[in-house]
């Protein structure tokens, strides 16, 4: 089992910042593909991000957070976190951590794992 814990979401201004903080525990944190999801309301879940150990910290960004969200982890503590820069209003959402042995699964929202989610609120 994993359990992931999500911190850090919050309401702000169009252009802010804010930072998602995914806390791990259970199995070999550094074993599998962390990301983030986001689901606003009436909509569908969708991939945000992801970050891979073993292939040298490989990241992946869904097209409408390229440049603006940075995804990291640090396997020493278990966490993984979302940097959110130049935030809009279409980025609220409930934001989701998730985990799986898999980058094509995790990419498809297929998940072993999901935190509870933790709410983005951007204002215009």
């Known amino acids: 089992q994993v359990q992931l814990v999500e911190s850090g979401g919050g309401l702000v201004q169009a252009g802010g910042s804010l930072r998602l903080s995914c806390a791990a525990s259970?199995?070999?944190?550094?074993?599998?593909?962390m990301g983030w999801f986001r689901q606003a309301p009436g909509k569908d879940r969708e991939f945000v991000a992801t970050?891979?150990?073993?292939?040298?910290?490989?990241?992946y960004y869904a097209d409408s957070v390229q440049g603006r969200f940075t995804i990291s982890r640090d396997n020493a503590k278990n966490t993984v976190a979302l940097q959110m820069n130049s935030l809009k209003p279409e980025d609220t959402a409930v934001y989701y951590c998730?985990?799986?042995?898999?980058?094509?699964?995790?990419?498809?929202?297929?998940?072993?794992?999901w935190g509870q989610g933790t709410q983005v609120t951007v204002s215009s």
């Open positions: 998730a985990a799986d042995r898999s980058l094509s699964q995790l990419r498809l929202g297929v998940c072993a794992y």
């Open positions: 970050t891979i150990t073993w292939s040298g910290g490989t990241t």
């Open positions: 259970g199995r070999t944190f550094s074993n599998y593909v």
